[in-house]
């Protein structure tokens, strides 16, 4: 439940915190008060899409009993948190993994990095023909999303199902042309990724969006194989708090991290939302660092 020192705007929740202990002495990343950051006066700008979610709420609350002053800012679009992490309008956001913060990255020439890991949501490989991937007779067909982050992450779920097999074992990159059709079982087909889920009926399987399953009455149970979230292969679909390289250290960024990661009540609230497809994790950010970093350097070598 929202406080009732909330106050609701078009994109804007907000709420006032209490000024930080003195012992937390922190200097400001953000903003043009000369506060330290995390103070009344200098609240720390958040920005997510989708702050409606209950378990933002409970974020917050839980921000404020720390001591943090927090403002969360809510975006429509995907399009939008970083360039105004970028512009200064934000201190830190939370709503993308790490191969879209190095598709941002690459494309824009910036330098955003991650702080700290909320989830993965793994990505499932479903059918409505056969029981097991075992079932599946050599050549049939399969199908993944044609955009360019979940058609290398399916491809990648079909290898480790055993599928298919990539050229030099695949990566965050790969796509349809690194398929190596005389060491697969299977072929495989492209669809937009709104529209694999419709495909099942006609085809061995398909690797289907979390945002779709549950519109076509199925269930993360289903699913005959996904991704490991325990698998390096997997790190770049891990979920991310994100700031500007210089304030990666910022302690009471890492703060909120620390909370959203520990607080059994946010969790709840954000497994609940997830339709409890979420994998919680807490990877060190110097891991998170260094698969921006190799997810950006493949990017630029394509």
Excluded at 192 to 217: E, M
Aim: glycine share 8%.
């Amino acid at each position: 439940m929202l406080t009732s020192s909330t106050r609701r705007h078009a994109r804007l929740l907000s709420v006032s915190g209490i000024v930080l202990a003195g012992a937390l002495a922190l200097s400001a990343c953000g903003g043009d008060s000369g506060a330290e950051l995390g103070t009344e006066e200098n609240p720390v700008q958040l920005g997510v899409v989708g702050a409606s979610e209950p378990y933002w709420a409970t974020f917050e609350e839980a921000v404020e009993a720390d001591g943090i002053s927090i403002d969360i800012v809510d975006f429509t679009e995907y399009t939008q948190p970083n360039p105004a992490l970028s512009e200064g309008e934000l201190d830190i956001n939370q709503f993308q993994h790490i191969q879209y913060l190095a598709d941002y990255n690459v494309s824009a020439g910036d330098d955003i990095q991650p702080i700290g890991a909320t989830a993965i949501y793994p990505l499932g490989f479903y059918s409505e023909k056969y029981d097991s991937i075992d079932e599946i007779p050599d050549g049939e067909e399969v199908v993944v999303p044609n955009d360019s982050v979940n058609r290398a992450r399916g491809l990648l779920v079909l290898q480790s199902a055993g599928l298919i097999t990539l050229r030099d074992g695949g990566n965050a990159s790969s796509n349809l042309e690194d398929v190596i059709a005389e060491e697969s079982r299977v072929t495989v087909t492209e669809l937009d990724a709104a529209v694999t889920v419709t495909s099942l009926p006609d085809v061995a399987g398909a690797i289907v969006n979390n945002d779709f399953i549950n519109d076509a009455g199925l269930s993360p149970e289903d699913a005959l194989a996904e991704d490991d979230p325990n698998d390096e292969a997997a790190l770049p679909y891990v979920n991310i708090f994100a700031t500007k390289a210089e304030d990666v250290d910022n302690e009471v960024l890492n703060r909120l991290v620390e909370i959203y990661q520990t607080d059994q009540a946010v969790l709840d609230g954000a497994q609940e939302s997830a339709g409890g497809t979420a994998v919680f994790l807490q990877t060190p950010a110097s891991e998170l660092q260094e698969s921006l970093t190799t997810t950006e350097d493949a990017l630029r070598a394509e």
